[in-house]
């Protein structure tokens, strides 16, 4: 829709009067799943795919907000002393005003169209796309100066303490912080990031796999468990140690005994994971591709194996993206049990890759998957 003239449009006809435009991306994760809940590192990209929203600010403190993709439309008041979750896309926006206005910001009322295309349940972050939006709508409409770094971090409250999803920071700040043809390196324990260009050579591919398991959201939150039962027995031995990114591999092999043998495999993952990523980010870096692809395999191999979060359409979708000239790395993406797999593939070869794995997967699943070739783009902001 390009700069989305038509929300205007259809802004007028909902609410009367004008309004402006913001917008925020999704998110794609290169290689390090599951770390940044861990205070550890992450290599994301912000999506092209945006969640837009039109507002214009009310008298009244109350938010009006209109779903396009829900296909309704509902209100809420500001100053209500006791907001509790409706269980529904509503919570995404409510928590962040909520957040904010507990983060110390005075808001104003408005009225807001949200509308997206960032698709839903397949890992690409529609969730935070839709909390930074309403983040800066509301900020830039009460005329608040937009800090980039504690809007994410007020997002990423809302999705904990509202919606009720234990996540890390990492989504919310690659919707922030994102830039064009740029992955970003992000410590999520002291927020510091570095952005690096792709490889020309290279495209990001991004092949859905059009399933979401339902236990999606309970075993996030029980694989977070997990992790924080694994830091309490090492710190008996370990006492310097604050989260999983103060483990070593080393560490795990000295100190495992402590550990379940199911804590261990999540340990274990996680430690690998953040040695993964700083080894990806360099050979980005160094545009040794090659060595990208490598450790996104193996990213996958210890999500699937010890971190237990892939699921057999995602895997099938890994293994058929092996078996293709120029596909040089491929692993799931997003949070787990189904979704997308980023696959980092030749130029000369996404339009191959597109064709093997799409008629391979239905063969095997009976599911016909999407397909789509990434740059990175730009992170939140005023659209128009």
């Known amino acids: 829709m390009g700069a989305r003239d038509p929300l205007i449009e259809r802004f007028r006809q909902n609410f009367g009067g004008g309004a402006r435009l913001y917008r925020a991306p999704g ?18 990209a912000a999506l092209q795919q945006c969640t837009w929203i039109a507002a214009a600010a009310r008298p009244e403190p109350r938010l009006r907000v209109s779903s396009l993709r829900a296909g309704e439309t509902l209100e809420f008041a500001l100053d209500d002393p006791d907001p509790r979750p409706r269980r ?19 808001l104003s009322g408005a009225d807001m169209l949200i509308d997206s295309d960032v698709p839903v ?5 529609s969730s935070a796309a ?17 800090d980039l770094t504690r809007l994410a971090l007020c997002c990423q409250r809302a999705e904990n303490e509202f919606v009720g999803m234990r996540c890390g920071v990492m989504d919310q700040f690659a919707s922030c912080r994102g830039a064009a043809d740029r992955v970003l390196l992000l410590d999520c324990r002291s927020l510091e990031f570095r952005l690096s260009p792709v490889d020309p050579s290279v495209r990001l591919v991004i092949c859905n796999s059009m399933v979401h398991h339902e236990l999606a959201g309970s075993e996030y939150n029980r694989r977070r ?19 999983l990114r103060d483990v070593t591999a080393a560490d795990l092999v000295r100190h495992g005994a402590l550990l379940s043998e199911l804590v261990l495999r999540r ?11 700083l080894r990806a980010a360099a050979a980005l870096e160094a545009a040794e591709v090659g060595e990208v692809g490598r450790l996104m395999n193996a990213s996958h191999v210890s999500m699937r194996d010890d971190y237990e979060i892939s699921c057999r359409e995602i895997d099938i979708l890994v293994e058929l993206a092996g078996r293709v000239d120029g596909v040089l790395g ?8 189904g979704g997308c797999t980023i696959n980092l593939v030749r130029v000369e070869a996404v339009d191959r890759f597109a064709d093997a794995v799409g008629r391979a997967y239905k063969e095997a699943t009976g599911i016909t998957p999407q397909f789509l070739v990434c740059r990175p783009g730009a992170g939140a902001g005023v659209a128009n």
């Open 88 to 106: 529904d896309w509503s919570d995404y926006v409510r928590g962040v005003a909520i957040m904010l206005q507990r983060d110390g910001y005075r």
């Open 27 to 44: 998110r794609v994760n290169l290689i390090g799943e599951h770390t940044d809940y861990n205070d550890g590192f992450v290599l994301p």
């Open 267 to 277: 340990c274990r993952h996680v430690v690998t994971e953040n040695d993964r990523v």
């Open 330 to 337: 491929a692993r799931m993406t997003g949070g787990g049990f």
């Open 130 to 146: 839709l909390e930074v939006a309403t983040g800066y709508a509301l900020l830039d409409g009460a005329s608040q100066a937009i």
């Open 121 to 125: 349940g397949s890992g690409l972050s």
């Open 225 to 243: 468990e997990q992790c924080e039962d694994g830091v309490a027995r090492l710190k008996t031995v370990l006492p310097t140690v604050r989260a």
